[in-house]
């Protein structure tokens, strides 16, 4: 296990991202959660420096109600919510921003195999735009290879989100692959509150249950209990939601 714990390139500090801010496209396939993590992140952002802070942008002109989508999540956390159609409009909007601590760009899902794919990649060429790219720990290996394969064109690809954790039988494929393409993984979410179930990663805990979840005849079955918290940032999350979400209800993507 020792091997795969060091192989597991993770972020261990908030300052990575939010508070070293920037420009972070939320890349990925259909249905892994780009919104719902989209506002996970602002969230975490506006918690740690205001909503003065930060901008939303969406690509996703297509979806319907994909826009307002985001602005709902862009009403409650009182940030400014923007739509780039295509790459003109995403330059215009971007150069608005350029003072912005970070801005957060919430893309259209497609297949990995969509030729629109590369025409996405293509879109963020020209600007100061990272990338994060989320992967489904629900999917097999073999399509997460696919997907990031479709994605390898972005020239400013920082890492990824691994989304749906809770969802997954086993992690053992989808961690299998990001130590394969050695993709530094950034965030881990494990449900669809906005923002508790977003963590930093917790790299031996991860590693654990990627192991523990391996079939009863594998050799590599790790014996023990799962720790008592899935990652410690937990009740520190779930703390901060209140001051963000109201005690109506929680919304969803």
Do not use: W
Request: proline share 3%; net charge neutral; charged share 20%.
């Amino acid at each position: 296990m020792g091997g795969a714990d060091r192989g597991l390139l993770t972020t261990d500090s908030e300052s990575d991202i939010v508070d070293r801010g920037g420009i972070y496209a939320l890349v990925g396939p259909t249905g892994v959660g780009k919104t719902t993590t989209t506002a996970k992140l602002a969230a975490r952002c506006v918690l740690r420096h205001g909503a003065r802070k930060l901008a939303l942008v969406t690509t996703d002109g297509y979806r319907i109600g994909a826009h307002e989508q985001l602005r709902i999540y862009g009403r409650i956390l009182g940030v400014s919510v923007h739509l780039a159609r295509d790459a003109a409009d995403l330059r215009a909007t971007l150069q608005d921003l350029q003072h912005t601590h970070m801005v957060l760009i919430d893309t259209m899902g497609m297949s990995q195999r969509d030729r629109l794919v590369s025409e996405q990649v293509a879109m963020f060429g020209d600007n100061d735009v990272k990338s994060l790219l989320l992967l489904s720990a629900t999917s097999r290996g073999d399509t997460l290879d696919d997907v990031i394969r479709a994605y390898n064109g972005l020239q400013n690809l920082a890492g990824c989100i691994l989304t749906k954790v809770d969802e997954a039988a086993s992690l053992a494929s989808s961690l299998d692959v990001i130590i394969r393409h050695r993709l530094r993984l950034y965030y881990v979410s494990n449900g669809q509150r906005v923002p508790e179930d977003l963590h930093l990663p917790n790299r031996p805990y991860l590693v654990h249950r990627a192991f523990r979840d391996l079939p009863e005849t594998s050799p590599h079955r790790l014996a023990g209990l799962e720790p008592g918290l899935m990652m410690a940032s937990a009740a520190a999350n779930a703390a901060n939601a209140a001051s963000i979400v109201s005690a109506g209800g929680t919304q969803r993507g």
